[in-house]
Structures are given as structure tokens and as C-alpha cells.
């Protein structure tokens, strides 16, 4: 032992002595109520396809959903979000097929509601997985985004959810002024209590490409510059979310979530509306395949990769991991 004393009266570590003490003390918890499960479907009967890029995942026709859905409500998951892979015969300039009342989104949220009237459905509202070029707007000839044209699809679409029974409708596309216009049109379609989730903050992220696997809607043609965010921006952020607070949204979200844990804690700081953040595709994607080659522990980077967001700010996490948190986390409460 030194012969010098060390004066120390406060000794930081006496705060981490046991797990115990550790668990006490702890800021932040996870838990399973802060899980949104996205979900990808595709037409037919009886069928399961895995997704290359995101092991573990598949695209799935709606019974086989249903069925994974009895896992998921017992698991304790309160909230789900389907996306839709169409074929590319259903696809068309103006995204037609987005706001068909007997859609595939449409009828998923039917039957859902049918056999699980509690859970949580949230929708995606934007075109891309509908339309020909890809893009979450309509294409000008010049292959401009058209704003004002997208957004009144967008409403017609989120009018269709909503008749459909959906909880929450989440505009993912990024044009301007589309929270204002799609609570209009909730309202006039007598939805006053179906609630919008906006994709305030998302970013034009290379971490969606396995998702564009997963639905087959990668643009044809440019990138999603002109309307998602730019990496480079964060007070840009707060002005997003503002305006989507302003116009009318119950709830808004950062996406992608771990690289941008720093725009998250802005926003979440900044705002009293529930902020949410969504661990997207290639987030995903990276843990999974780190941990196949051994070279991470996978449950020990996905539970901490999902508390550094709640840290953040998140109230709610939108992650493919949430089966395999919640399963986890019920190991530990059993302990
Ligand atoms: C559709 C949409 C995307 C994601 C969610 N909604 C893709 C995109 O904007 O290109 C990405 C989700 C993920 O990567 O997990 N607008």
C-alpha cells in the first residue's frame, strides 16, 4: 500500500460495488412497453421469406403474421408497425395502390384489430414502397419530388389506415408541410382520435439499405437528398419538429437512432411531446452479423445498444431486436 492517503470524499465507485447497488441507482431502465416491433408483409396465403440482409427477419403474408402476433402480444409488446413489400405490378407513378381501402396495409390492419384489438398498429406513410421510382414522393418529368402533390396522397393514404383502424399514422416521407394537411384530413374524415407519429428528423441514411431489400423499394433512380435531412444538421432538427409539433403532431420521432444519439437528446431536451427513435435496418444489420462472426456479444451490444437510446431521450424505440429484448429482459426480471 502507497504511504500517501488518498483524501477522497467522494469515492464514485462506491456507487457501482454490487450489481445490486448498480441496479438501484441506475437513470435508465429498459422495458418492454418501450418497444415498437416493425413488421414486414407481402400478399398471399401461408408464405415466410428471409431477407438476406437482416437475418433473422422475414417478409411474411398477413396469417403468418398473425400467428407471429400471439408471440409478440405475450411477450408483453405493446405496439407494432407493418410495412408493406408489394409487387411491382402494383406500383404506379402516383403510388395508387397506397390508399386502396382492401390494400394489403389496409386489410393487415383489419385483421389485426380483429384478433388483437389492443395492440398498438402504426403505419408508415410515404410512397415508396408504392410507387414505380421508388422515391417516397411523385416524380416530376424533370425527376423533381413533388411536395404539395405527394402530400395529398399522403393524406389520402393516412385517411385509409386510419378507416382501417390504425392507431397511429407515421408520415415517413419528409415533405413539407404534411402533418398540418394529413390532421386536416384525419379531421374531416371524422378520425379526431387517430393520432400522428411524425418522422420529424430523418436523416438520408445509407443505414436503410437493408430495409429497401426487405420491401424492394430502393430508388430507381437519385437518393432521398432533396427531402430527408442531411447527416451534417442537427439544429436543423429542432426546426423539423417544431413545425411538426405546430401542425399537429401527437408524437415525433429521430431516425436513425444510434448515430444520431446526439440530435435525439436535443430534440428530447428541447420538446415535451413523446420523442421516439427508430434503430433502423443497418443498425440491426451490424450488430447481427458482428455477432455471427463472433466478434460481439450480441445480447449484451443489443441491450445496450437500446438503453444508450432511451439515455438519449427516446420514450418509445422502434427496433427488429424487440422479441429478443423483451425475451431478455424477462430472463433477467425472473432471476
Ligand atoms: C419509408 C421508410 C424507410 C424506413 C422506414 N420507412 C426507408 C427510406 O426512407 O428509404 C427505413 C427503416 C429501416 O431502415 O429500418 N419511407
Known amino acids: 500500500m502507497s504511504e500517501y492517503s488518498l483524501p477522497l470524499t467522494r469515492r464514485l465507485r462506491r456507487n457501482r460495488k454490487s450489481s445490486a447497488v448498480r441496479e438501484m441507482l441506475a437513470e435508465t431502465k429498459l422495458s418492454v412497453s418501450d418497444f415498437v416491433y416493425p413488421v414486414f ?3 398471399g396465403e401461408n408464405q415466410e421469406e428471409t431477407i438476406p440482409s437482416m437475418p433473422g427477419i422475414t417478409r411474411k403474408t ?33 403510388a395508387s395502390a397506397s390508399y386502396a381501402p382492401d390494400g ?8 389485426i384489430k380483429e384478433r388483437f384489438p389492443n395492440l398498438v398498429i402504426m403505419t408508415d ?4 414502397p408504392f410507387s414505380s421510382s421508388g422515391h417516397d414522393g411523385i416524380l416530376s418529368e424533370s425527376g423533381e419530388i413533388l411536395n404539395d402533390e405527394t402530400v395529398e396522397v399522403l393524406c389520402k393514404m393516412a385517411v385509409s389506415h ?18 398540418g394537411a394529413i390532421r386536416d384530413a384525419l379531421d374531416a374524415a371524422g378520425l379526431k382520435n387517430t393520432s400522428i407519429m411524425a418522422y420529424s428528423a430523418k ?16 430508388p430507381k433512380s437519385g437518393d432521398k437528398k432533396t427531402y430527408q435531412m442531411d447527416s451534417a444538421n442537427s439544429r436543423e432538427a429542432l426546426l423539423e419538429v417544431q413545425l411538426d409539433i405546430e401542425e399537429g403532431a401527437d408524437a415525433v420521432m429521430v431516425k436513425p437512432a444510434g448515430p444520431y444519439l446526439d440530435v435525439l437528446s436535443n430534440v428530447a431536451e428541447a420538446f415535451d411531446v413523446p420523442v421516439s427513435a427508430y434503430q433502423v435496418s443497418g443498425e440491426y444489420s451490424m450488430i447481427v452479423a458482428a455477432a455471427q462472426n463472433g466478434w460481439l456479444d450480441r445480447k449484451k ?12 431521450g427516446a420514450r418509445f424505440i422502434w427496433t427488429y431486436f424487440a422479441k429478443e429484448a423483451a425475451k ?3 430472463e433477467k426480471s425472473e432471476k
Open 62 to 94: 398477413i396469417d403468418v403474421l398473425l400467428k407471429e402476433l400471439e408471440e409478440v402480444t405475450a411477450l408483453g409488446i405493446l405496439a407494432i408497425a407493418p410495412f408493406p413489400a408489394i409487387s411491382d405490378d402494383l406500383k404506379d407513378e402516383k
Open 301 to 312: 451490444v443489443v441491450l445496450e445498444s437500446l438503453l444508450s437510446i432511451k439515455r438519449a
Open 125 to 128: 406513410v410515404a410512397l415508396d
Open 41 to 43: 408483409i407481402m400478399d
Open 203 to 218: 436523416y438520408a441514411s445509407a443505414y436503410y439499405g437493408p430495409f429497401r431489400d426487405a420491401l424492394g423499394s430502393a
Open 162 to 179: 386510419g378507416l382501417a383502424g390504425a392507431d397511429f399514422v407515421c408520415p415517413s416521407d419528409m415533405m413539407d408541410g404534411r402533418i
Open 104 to 111: 394489403l396495409v389496409q386489410r393487415a390492419i383489419r385483421k
Open 328 to 330: 431478455y429482459l424477462l
